[in-house]
Every structure is written in structure tokens, then in C-alpha cells.
């Protein structure tokens, strides 16, 4: 057991690793995982899944299989990915069994209908079906038409992990969404304490873009601030996020048995070399929070990787400095949040095209 992962887990924050493959499923690296370095869930995405299969032999025999009976590229990726999450969650159901919300395995949404609510909800509720596990989560983009598809989603008692989060307004519109959800779900009989969500929330690239517009404004005052924002971002995010769950319309649902959606940080992973590896990770402690890490992220919290308490709640005023002092010197941050999550959305899309490439690829080589 990997003694710095425990002490973060001991801290309140639920390790999930940013990644799966059959390889980790049968090889048993997954439930090692679960075992030696306190991971109790797992997120997914296209980009992972195309490099999984681009890379793994484990999949040659169901792509064979499935091309023999005349399937489409689209239907046999759906069932690659729902294959691989539903033993993945089978791996996870005794974290589940124990936990009221951990043991979580995320499956996303066809990413080219982000912004199409219908066509989301009909891509979740195929999802949610296929894998027929209770600790799945089923991942929606945070576009604006994407929040209509949260709440309808909850409404009907399917677990959300909201994805694409990268702005905190935008936060609490996901937040709405999601106790609208519930109180729906609530009003038709449902048992709520049977519905799960995590709101994911990214880090990393809100550093990536501020820093290179503080760079091109090249004063003392404004390259002082590099590596700031994200984590101000974050925390400020949490301040939101205790804001709702103080309220009375919260507990009113947490009366009737509805769970917390948990703030999770995505993107953790650091991708300037010039700030500590863990970053985003000892910055970003508190107690009822989800981290989902890359092995690599992982890998070095566990060498190196410090708790020093809780490094989230009642930093409000100084997280809301730092965005004053950007803005103070020519950072237009709703802008920022535009450009990223844009930005976000296309990569969203073209993460989907390149795992539509990769399962052709196989596909055509078992014919």
C-alpha cells in the first residue's frame, strides 16, 4: 500500500485513475490498483479508449467477432467500451458495496453530440442500459445543451459524471441541473439515494491558457502570476460548491436520501515541466473531493507527493484575489473560459473521430 496515496485518502479525497484497458482489466493491474494504491474509481474517454485499443491484442477477437456479424464501426466500438467498463465495474463493486459513492466507473457520451440534448440523452440512456451496472456513471459535457440532458438524466435515475466543467458559473448552472434532476426524480417516486454524480471539474488547462496570455502581456506583474489561476479557479469553484449544499433546497433534498454531487478535479495532470508534478494534487485537498489522475500523476504522488491538511476550504478571498490581480492586468477571464471551453468541446469531438479511425483500422485488419 502506497503510504503518501493513504494519507490522501485518509484527507477525505477519493483517488479515481484517469484511464482503463482490457490490459488492466484481465492482466488484474486494475484490482492491483484498487488494492495497493487506494484508487476506488475510474474515468474514461475516447482518447484513452483508441489508445488502448491501438495497443491491446485483448480486443482482436471481439472486433473479429463482431465484424464477422456484419456490424457497423459505430456498433463495435459501443461494444468494446461498454464491454470493457462493465468488468471494470465489476472490479470496483466491492469498493461500491462499501462506499455511499465511490467505486465509480465513468463511460462518456458519443462526444460528436455535445451539442445536440436529445441526441445525449438517447446516447446515455443506450449507455446506461448496456452496461447495466449500478456504479456506472454515464459522463455529459457541460455545454449548454448538455445541461438539459443532466437533468433529465437524473430525472430518470441515471448517474451522471458531469464532464467538461471549466468555469464556475458554469458550475453552478451543472449544480442546478443536477438538483433539478433529483427534485424530478423525487416528484416521479424514484428512490433517490439509488442516483450518484460527480461534477467534474478541469484544472490544468485554465493554467495552459492564462499563463500564455500572461506571458504576452510580459509585465513583472503579470508573469507573477503564472500557475495561479487553476487552482484559484478550483477553490473557487468549492466555495460554490458549499454554497449549495448550505442551502435549504439541498437539504430538502438530502432529507429524502439524495447524495452530494461530489466536485472532482479532471486534467490533474501537470503539463508545464516547470511546476511540481503534484500540483494539482496538494493544492487541491479537501475532504469530500474526487481527484481522477493520470498513472504518471498517480505514480508520483505516491513517490513524493505531500498532504499538508486541507488546502481548499475558506481560501474564497484569496482565490478571488488572484483573479482580481489577473484581471488587473489585462486577463479577460470570461473569455478564457470561452476559448477553453471550445476549445474543450473540438477535442471532445476529435478524440471521438480518432477512436472511430483506430476500431476502422482493427476492423479492416480482421477481415
Not at 339 to 366: C, N, P, R, Y
Request: net charge negative; aromatic share 6%.
Amino acid at each position: 500500500m502506497s503510504d503518501r496515496l493513504k494519507t490522501l485518502a485518509d484527507a477525505g479525497v477519493s483517488i479515481w485513475l484517469d484511464d482503463l484497458s482490457r490490459e488492466r482489466i484481465e492482466s488484474g493491474n486494475l484490482a492491483e490498483l484498487v488494492e495497493t494504491r487506494s484508487v476506488v474509481g475510474v474515468t474514461t474517454n475516447p482518447t484513452i479508449f483508441a489508445g488502448a485499443i491501438a495497443d491491446g491484442e485483448r480486443y482482436a477477437d471481439q472486433v473479429r467477432g463482431l465484424v464477422a456479424d456484419g456490424a457497423e464501426v459505430d456498433k463495435v466500438i459501443f461494444e468494446l467500451i461498454t464491454e470493457d467498463v462493465r468488468n471494470a465495474c465489476d472490479i470496483l463493486k466491492p469498493v461500491a458495496d462499501g462506499s455511499s459513492s465511490d467505486g465509480r466507473v465513468s463511460i462518456e457520451v458519443e462526444p460528436t453530440l455535445a451539442n445536440d440534448t436529445e441526441g445525449t440523452m438517447a446516447s446515455a440512456r443506450a449507455l446506461w442500459k448496456a452496461v447495466d451496472r449500478s456504479n456506472a456513471l454515464i459522463k455529459i459535457p457541460a455545454t449548454l445543451e448538455g445541461l438539459p440532458a443532466i437533468t433529465a438524466a437524473i430525472a430518470e435515475g441515471i448517474s451522471v459524471n458531469v464532464t467538461l466543467i471549466f468555469s464556475v458559473e458554469r458550475y453552478r448552472s451543472v449544480m442546478d441541473a443536477y438538483l433539478t434532476g433529483l427534485e424530478q426524480a423525487r416528484e416521479s417516486g424514484l428512490d433517490l439515494a439509488r442516483i450518484q454524480s460527480v461534477a467534474s471539474f478541469f484544472v490544468s488547462r485554465v493554467d495552459s491558457e492564462v499563463d500564455s496570455r500572461l506571458e504576452k502581456i510580459g509585465t513583472d506583474e503579470a508573469t507573477a502570476l503564472r500557475g495561479e489561476a487553476a487552482v484559484a479557479n478550483a477553490r473557487l469553484a468549492y466555495a460554490a460548491f458549499e454554497d449549495v449544499v448550505a442551502s435549504d433546497r439541498w437539504k430538502q433534498l438530502a432529507e429524502a436520501g439524495a447524495n452530494v454531487q461530489r466536485p472532482l478535479w479532471a486534467s490533474t495532470g501537470v503539463k508545464n515541466p516547470d511546476y511540481p508534478d503534484t500540483l494539482y494534487v496538494t493544492q487541491l485537498v479537501a475532504d469530500g473531493t474526487v481527484n481522477t489522475m493520470p498513472e504518471k500523476t498517480m505514480d508520483a504522488f505516491a513517490d513524493h507527493g505531500e498532504v499538508e491538511g486541507d488546502t481548499v476550504s475558506g481560501r474564497r478571498e484569496q482565490a478571488q484575489s488572484v483573479f482580481d490581480r489577473l484581471e488587473a492586468v489585462g486577463v479577460d477571464l470570461q473569455d478564457v473560459f470561452l476559448t477553453i471551453e471550445h476549445e474543450g468541446v473540438d477535442k471532445f469531438k476529435t478524440s471521438w473521430t480518432e477512436l472511430v479511425e483506430t476500431v476502422q483500422g482493427q476492423m479492416d485488419g480482421a477481415k
